[in-house]
T-cell receptor
């Protein structure tokens, strides 16, 4: 069965800390992996997309890495800010095109 | 349009009533997806379309759920005889092409419709 797991489930940190969010997937035959952000009561915002042939992607203070063979991805957030508070979701796509989501990491950054 | 539009934003139904949700994909996108988010972060894939044709319906509860994407009309997801467990946020997403061939694109999500069944 194709499953995605995220740890930790929740994280509360003071402003300025560097963070690592983890994602693991059981079937390594992915076409891409994405990290999304979801704010309470809102839709999903795509943060980073890593194709299966890539090792990492960067956008501003965000860096995502992919180790396809071991079924793992990490999202690194540098110098966290209160505005980063949200739920972060990892999702993978196989040849069926449907996104398979992890259960998310709820992040709170306090001033 | 440049964004996926979903209506209504909120929908309240009594148990046993019908619920119908609508989605207008981004103009030019051929693929439409429906997802159900229950219990905070649990996303479940329901169904996808390539234009007006069903592409993958492996996630659909067939007894009460149905969906359509007709030409020149918003896509719709209909739930007959709603149950308490259907309470969730239903997200629609669209993409311009098959992602599961190259992995080079993403699905663009709408803001969701929150369905509450009382």
């Amino acid at each position: 069965k194709q499953e995605v797991t995220q740890i930790p489930a929740a994280l509360s940190v003071p402003e300025g800390e560097n963070l690592v969010l983890n994602c693991s997937f059981t079937d390594s035959a992915i076409y891409n992996l994405q990290w999304f952000r979801q704010d309470p009561g809102k839709g999903l915002t795509s943060l980073l997309l890593i194709q299966s042939s890539q090792r990492e992607q960067t956008s501003g203070r965000l860096n995502a890495s992919l180790d396809k063979s071991s079924g793992r991805s990490t999202l690194y957030i540098a110098a966290s800010q209160p505005g980063d508070s949200a739920t972060y979701l990892c999702a993978v796509i196989y040849n069926t095109d449907k996104l398979i989501f992890g259960t998310g990491t709820r992040l709170q950054v306090f001033p | 349009g440049e964004e996926v539009a979903q209506t209504p934003k909120h929908l309240v139904r009594g148990e046993g009533q019908k619920a119908k949700l609508y989605c207008a994909p981004i103009k030019g996108h051929s693929y439409v997806f429906w997802y159900q988010q229950v219990l905070k972060n649990e996303f479940k894939f329901l169904i996808s379309f390539q234009n007006e044709n069903v592409f993958d319906e492996t996630g659909m509860p067939k007894e009460r759920f149905s969906a359509k994407c007709l030409p020149n009309s918003p896509c719709s997801l209909e739930i007959q005889a709603t149950k308490l467990e259907d309470s969730a946020v239903y997200f629609c997403a669209s993409s311009p092409k098959r992602i599961g061939l190259t992995g080079a694109d993403t699905q663009y999500f709408g803001p969701g419709t929150r369905l509450t069944v009382l």
